[in-house]
């Protein structure tokens, strides 16, 4: 391998792995932020009709709060399934656990350039593939 071709593929590497890692985390606290927060919203929108307490402190906007706190969950919830905020967070941890054994790969001293790019252009695609949603994986 010549020096050019190893600095490209370092380059590349290095250059990948760092987009899948941002992306892993993310969209792991996207994904998992709005599951967290479209429970909390629909726990509040239950209490807020159920509990005697709040009746007495929200008497008169009782229902519209409660209705605009399960509207809130709502769309929340749906924003995260249509977004794909779970199976994109999933293709970012997947794509970078990928790099990490291009790394491993890369780092023996006869490493084949050809196989190394081949499996960077794989891991492209299959990335690429998860996050559209393909059955190709």
């Known amino acids: 391998m010549t020096e050019e071709e190893k ?8 250059r990948q792995y760092q987009w899948y890692n941002r992306g892993s985390k993310l969209w792991s606290a996207v ?18 009709l159920k509990s005697e307490w709040v009746k007495t402190f929200v008497v008169t906007y009782r229902d519209d709060v409660a209705a605009g706190l399960a509207a809130a969950a709502t769309l929340l919830t749906t ?8 199976r994109k ?6 794509s970078r656990g990928r790099m990490d054994q291009v ?8 490493a084949d350039p050809q196989k190394i790019r081949e ?10 593939d998860s996050i559209i949603g393909s059955t190709n994986e």
């Open 7 to 14: 600095a490209f593929l370092e380059s590349e590497i290095n």
């Open 31 to 48: 994904h998992h932020w709005s599951l967290a927060v479209a429970a909390l919203l629909s726990a509040f929108a239950t209490l807020v």
């Open 79 to 86: 924003l995260a399934a249509s977004g794909g905020f779970g």
């Open 89 to 94: 967070w999933q293709a970012n941890r997947r």
């Open 103 to 110: 790394k491993i790969d890369f780092s023996n001293p006869e």
């Open 119 to 128: 499996d960077l252009k794989a891991i492209i695609k299959q990335h690429d």
